[in-house]
């Protein structure tokens, strides 16, 4: 009997459990709008609070993460998630940085090469007058 | 010559962040724009036991102000959207968001009441449907009931003439 009392209580509290936790996920996944570089679950302002009880009430109705992500980004835009969509607008945001860091890589590649290989070979005419020089050092200073 | 590529990119750059610089990371177009504008189903601040009349508004432009009686801005702001109201001949609705009613009537009495009617947003729901992010927030509600404009912070003479009234015209 008191088991069975002792189950009736328990079970709720586990289905909280585990509202809890994926309303703890959504609230770190969604921006809060006011102050915008702390998510939900971080902020403590108002509307922060009063977004965290949307969420648990959304999903105490049984609606999905998604449902509930769409819910708040028809009221302020893709912006209030914390991580971007991967979209055609912020494919740029996503993959600039790796453009970046191989446009880097291959700039740096080519200038090491074209210092390793070092300049054209001397021609003829060149490498008489440098012999010239290296044979009179000391007239090399005059102007 | 040698110099020519990286003193373009540079001046790419700075000329992206000094653009950048410009922009106000707070001020975010409502995702809103050009959509129906949330149902307001809230008691009247004047009447509580009167819903606010959202559909006798289809056929006219109004604005719809988020105010509280405990933001400072707003109550600058009343005094202003009561002459202004007046003058352009722009009704004016209110969204009193998470507030008390009778605060909120008493700083109407004080600072002067520009709406026509009140809705009472007791919980902030309303205002989560309008996606806003402050107190005081306006919006521009055409005649088919749609946002046509949201602006953040309070209405100055400035906004006024050179955001709103332009907007309601366009849209009138």
């Known amino acids: 009997m008191m088991l069975m009392a002792w189950a009736a209580l328990a079970l ?9 936790q994926r309303e703890a996920e959504l609230a770190a996944k969604l921006r809060c709008v006011v102050c915008q570089n702390q998510t939900v679950a971080e902020s403590q302002a108002p509307i922060a609070k009063d977004m965290r009880q949307e969420i648990r009430a959304q999903l105490a109705q049984g609606r999905s993460d998604a449902d509930v992500v769409a819910f708040f980004e028809q009221r302020y835009g893709s912006f209030v998630r914390y991580t971007p969509p991967w979209r ?32 054209a070979p001397l021609t003829t005419a060149e490498r008489e007058r440098a012999d010239d020089w290296l044979r009179q050092p000391d007239e090399e200073s005059r102007p | ?46 009447d509580p036991r009167q819903q606010f009349d959202q559909a006798s ?59 026509v009617a009140s809705a009472v947003d007791a919980d902030g729901r309303t205002g989560m449907d309008f996606g806003i992010q402050g107190v005081p927030e306006t919006f521009v509600i055409d005649g088919q009931g749609r946002v046509r404009y949201r602006h953040l912070g309070p209405v100055t003479a400035e906004v006024w003439q050179q955001k709103l009234l332009p907007v309601v015209k366009a849209v009138q």
């Open chain 1, 88 to 119: 055609p607008t912020t494919w740029l945001l996503w993959c600039g940085p790796f453009v970046a860091v191989f446009a880097g890589l291959a700039l740096l590649r080519r200038t090491l090469k074209q210092r390793q290989t070092g300049a």
């Open chain 2, 1 to 46: 010559m040698r110099f020519a590529l990286p003193l373009a990119i540079f001046l790419a750059l700075a000329v992206m962040l000094g653009l950048g610089l410009q922009r106000d990371p707070r001020a975010l177009q409502t995702a809103l724009l050009n959509q129906p504008a949330p149902a307001i189903a809230r008691p009247l601040l004047e």
């Open chain 2, 57 to 115: 508004l289809r056929g006219q432009v109004w604005l719809l102000n988020v105010w509280a009686s405990w933001c400072a801005p707003c109550r600058q702001e009343l005094p202003l959207l009561v002459e202004f109201s007046r003058r352009d001949q722009v009704p004016v609705y209110g969204l009193n968001y998470k507030d008390q009613p009778d605060k909120a009537r008493a700083l109407l009495r004080v600072a002067g009441n520009p709406y």
């Open chain 1, 12 to 20: 709720p509290a586990r289905a909280d459990a585990g509202l809890e």
